[in-house]
């Protein structure tokens, strides 16, 4: 068929059982089996989401039985991982998979062999890994489990065992491995490969197949990134028998962390949240201009809630709001881009962002709270702008909204009713946490019981508010003739759904509990009104006569979250497991330090070229990685060459600046052409083209790519530093900075831009965002002294302010280097009390000022100073203006553009009179 809309010929959109299939093969696994197998992959599955909460718990150390420490538990966790891999994922038959499947253990093969150095006999490594090729080539049929993949699926498991079972012998004999050491790890080596490429493609495989070669053949590599190479016996204890590698830190966040709260998302969505997110968001938004698309947005933030995964989000999502997109004016290709860029972004939304948000904890080494704190500005001004960017195409298009099925009420009573609505808000959460500091001391111990009881008695109240206000079904929506359901009951029917996310939300933001912990809590809660929601809504609808049958599906909807958790972390669990190869190759041959010497001569120590560089890197690795597998890749190895190189070159970037960086990236990866996953899956729903899909798409997250590089020279972005009055006004200058670049890129303001409007409109979006870059052209923000006048220029320097330092030291290995300290200097009576006080002190050498000392844990040290440095140049801060002053010049400018648009913008047709 022809669309004036699209122009080419559509393909076909799947169905409802295709697209179910598309999501279980990228996401759950696309083998289906029945019987006793299925059964028992259920069984093995819903153990899993057991052993984790039970590992989460408090309850082992209460009882004082089944505790497991860190590494025993990631064993567990990978054990799992690897045989539902193989259970769930079948081996493609595709020709690139196949010679993939065959080549890799080929060439590990050859790995093995070449390193082993007399410590295995030269047969032992083919006779490990050439199995792998025969399962492979026997075949992988997608209803069942032949003998061969049973095989492979408990001797992976068994490998991964091997650390629980033998802990303590090899605890005895670390950096010695023995020979089962060796039989093991190459074993599980190979196998782990051939999960990875089952069920996340051949991307990370291939990537981690290279880090290996690199470590073994490290003396065969261009000078600048050569090292000795390593032999199989440091590999295997490196890779497999320590926590270095395999069982590193990132397989310990997807152990402590990311399961629970994957869990507590398919618990949440199999209780029905889901399709409340997305009632709510059509009922309050679906009747303005461009109204689907709009909701698909809203929608799609809070689902991601829900789902990590971009891909499950489209379809879950976008199976009801792209035909909604379509119906009002959107061709396939913009309807699927909004999703996929609405889903894709569902994972930068706080407080749950994936597991990379997790692996932040533990890298940049903060607590969770902060990280959400300095996610969360970005992530709500992107989202912003996308609703934006629909708006105007709505605007270009001339589309309505969907018909409501009520009269709306005028603009003050609803304006009133909002207000209302907030106070009421406000003030049932500061009774909420006074309340909560008075039970705590009050009850001691029992405090916990009574928290509970109280939780429980809203939320039947809540429950039984839902029984009269049911939620609609989606359908519903895509009948002739639909109209949108009333905002108020819409909300009122499953706002029980809310309070697992309260406990959350409450456990990390304000006890400030483990994420853990947290997430072990709320999914306790959520388990309980996955159990009891259908017994208790019969009964307070007064149909106690289904009391039996109700609470028996109650029963099945928590083994088949518990289910779905578990098979939805197949993939983050074998991701982490090998993205830890990679990072335990960095580690081991210090390859690190050598990508910063590439990095700085291709960029030629431009910081803004190191950017670029690893934006683009982490957009090459993402086509194909997931999120957390790309993250967890450029963080290791370009985060440190960063800020390492931003030092060096006068720029201090906060390190969590630096890791969301690369997070943002290796979202886009999923939206940016030719492989973004998450455009195949929207192009699937719509009928679509997928290249076209991904291309639209991606201009509309040209936002998410925008922010990154912004807020890497404007930290205020991140909340860094920053109180609450000058944290609101942040929010607001630049959610309009944001809605302008948006205005801008899409072409259409007040009405269509002309060329140098838009180039208009960048200038000002970038005056808003970084007012400085101008100020300080105005006026420098340093004045440079002579390192002589070191002491002048300390004392001249205001109170709690930093004294820029240029300084000449060297390098972990004793090479000349030059970076840039920021050392805050105190009060004090004179320049050089104050440089004291700071804890350096600096002597005169033959005309140069030379560090003598640093006190231990001081300013100085902490600013990376240490004694026999060289201070080169000296830059005290000056009394400059407001940055905040150029948003003057900025808004004159704006308001230029809005004059001329308004001259041109077509006049409404005047009303006329009818008899």
Not at 426 to 431: D, I, T
Not at 630 to 643: G, K, T
Not at 766 to 779: A, E, I, T, Y
Not at 861 to 889: C, H, I, N
Request: aromatic share 10%; hydrophobic share 55%.
């Amino acid at each position: 068929m022809t669309d004036s809309k699209t122009g080419p010929e559509e393909s076909r959109p799947l169905s409802q059982e295709e697209l179910d299939a598309l999501v279980a093969a990228a996401d759950t696994g696309g083998r289906q089996m029945s019987g006793a197998l299925g059964t028992f992959v259920l069984v093995l599955a819903v153990s899993w989401s057991l052993f984790q909460l039970w590992f989460a718990s408090p309850i082992p150390f209460m009882v004082n039985w089944g505790v497991f420490n860190d590494t025993e538990a990631r064993s567990i966790h990978l054990a799992f991982a690897l045989f539902l891999a193989f259970a769930a994922y079948p081996a493609s038959r595709s020709t690139v998979q196949l010679v993939l499947g065959i080549g890799v253990p080929l060439v590990l093969t050859g790995l093995f062999i070449y390193g082993s150095a007399g410590d295995l006999p030269v047969w032992v490594p083919p006779l490990l890994t050439l199995p792998v090729i025969g399962a492979i080539l026997l075949g992988s049929p997608h209803d069942r489990l032949p003998p061969w993949e049973w095989a492979l699926a408990i001797v992976a498991a068994a490998c991964a065992l091997y650390l629980f079972i033998f802990y303590e012998g090899i605890a005895d004999r670390v950096g010695a491995p023995i020979t089962q050491d060796f039989v093991v790890a190459i074993i599980g080596i190979t196998l782990l490969l051939e999960a990875t490429r089952r069920s996340l493609g051949p991307a990370l495989t291939i990537v981690a197949s290279c880090f290996l070669a690199y470590t073994f053949l490290g003396q065969l590599m261009p000078d600048i990134i050569s090292h000795k190479g390593n032999s199989l016996s440091e590999v295997v204890n490196h890779q497999w028998i320590t926590t270095e590698g395999v069982f590193g830190i990132a397989l310990g966040v997807s152990t402590s962390f990311v399961f629970l709260f994957v869990l507590f998302g398919s618990l949440l969505d199999r209780a029905g949240a889901g399709n409340y997110f997305i009632q709510v968001a059509f009922s309050l938004m679906g009747h303005m201009r461009g109204g689907p698309a709009k909701a698909a947005v809203v929608s799609s933030a809070m689902t991601g809630l829900i789902s990590g995964s971009s891909i499950a989000n489209v379809v879950t999502t976008g199976t009801f709001t792209i035909p909604l997109m379509k119906k009002v004016g959107f061709s396939s290709e913009k309807a699927g881009a909004v999703e996929v860029a609405s889903s894709v972004n569902g994972q930068i939304m706080p407080p749950v962002m994936g597991a990379a948000a997790f692996l932040m904890v533990e890298y940049v080494g903060i607590p969770y709270f902060d990280v959400v704190t300095h996610a969360f500005l970005p992530a709500v001004i992107s989202y912003i702008a996308l609703v934006y960017i629909v708006h105007l195409e709505a605007m270009k298009a001339g589309m309505e909204g969907m018909e409501r099925a009520y009269t709306p009420k005028p603009i003050i009573q609803r304006l009133i009713g909002t207000a209302f609505g907030i106070i009421v808000i406000c003030a049932l959460s500061f009774a909420v946490y006074y309340g909560m500091s008075w039970i705590r001391p009050t009850f001691g111990n029992s405090a916990g019981y009574i928290v509970f009881g109280f939780l429980t008695a809203v939320y039947v109240v809540l429950l039984w508010l839902s029984t009269k206000y049911p939620t609609p079904e989606m359908s519903d929506l895509d009948k002739p003739g639909a109209k949108l359901p009333l905002p108020g009951p819409t909300v009122k029917s499953g706002l029980h759904f809310i309070l697992p996310v309260v406990v959350l939300v409450w456990a990390l933001m304000v006890d400030r509990l483990s994420p853990g912990l947290s997430a072990f809590w709320a999914t306790s809660f959520m388990v309980f009104i996955l159990v009891t929601q259908r017994p208790l809504a019969a009964i307070l609808s007064g149909e106690g006569s289904r009391l039996a049958g109700e609470f028996a599906a109650g029963i099945t909807d928590l083994i088949e979250g518990l289910a779905a958790g578990a098979r939805n972390m197949i993939g983050i669990g074998i991701a982490t497991a090998t993205a830890g190869v990679i990072v335990g190759v960095v580690s081991q041959t210090g390859v690190g330090s050598a990508l910063a010497d590439v990095v700085e001569v291709l960029s030629g120590g431009n910081i803004l070229a190191i950017l670029f560089l690893t934006a683009v890197l982490s957009l090459i690795l993402g086509m194909g990685l997931p999120t957390t597998a790309n993250y967890i890749v450029v963080s290791a190895l370009l985060a440190p060459v960063i800020v390492t190189l931003g030092q060096q070159n006068g720029l201090i970037v906060p390190l969590i600046a630096v890791h969301l960086f690369v997070f943002y990236f290796g979202i886009m990866a999923d939206v940016t052409p030719p492989v973004g996953l998450a455009s195949f899956a929207a192009a699937a729903v719509s009928g679509g083209d997928p290249i076209r899909t991904g291309v639209v798409a991606f201009f509309y997250s040209l936002r998410t790519a925008a922010l990154p590089f912004l807020f890497m020279f404007n930290t205020e972005l991140l909340l860094i530093e920053v109180g609450w009055a000058q944290g609101i006004l942040v929010f607001l200058i630049a959610t309009a900075a944001m809605l302008l670049f948006a205005a801008a890129t899409q072409g259409w303001f007040l009405t269509r831009n002309k060329i140098w409007e838009s180039a208009l409109l960048l200038l000002v979006a970038f005056s808003l965002f970084r007012p400085g870059f101008w100020m300080d052209m105005v006026v420098p923000p340093h004045v440079e002294t002579a390192p002589t006048e070191i002491a002048e220029a300390a004392a001249a320097t205001p109170e709690g302010e930093d004294l820029r330092l240029r300084v000449l030291g060297v390098n972990e290995l004793g090479d000349p280097l030059e970076f840039v300290a920021l050392l805050p200097l105190e009060a004090g009576a004179t320049g050089e009390e104050r440089l004291e006080n700071a804890g350096v002190v600096l002597v005169e050498r033959d005309g140069k000022i030379i560090i003598d000392d640093v006190l231990y844990d001081s300013a100085a040290a902490k600013a990376g100073l240490d004694w026999d440095q060289e201070v080169l140049r000296v830059l005290r801060p000056t009394d400059q203006p407001s940055k905040y002053l150029m948003f003057l010049p900025a808004f004159l400018v704006l308001g230029l553009v809005i004059m001329l648009q308004r001259a041109r913008a077509p006049k409404p047709a005047p009303a006329t009179a009818t008899s």
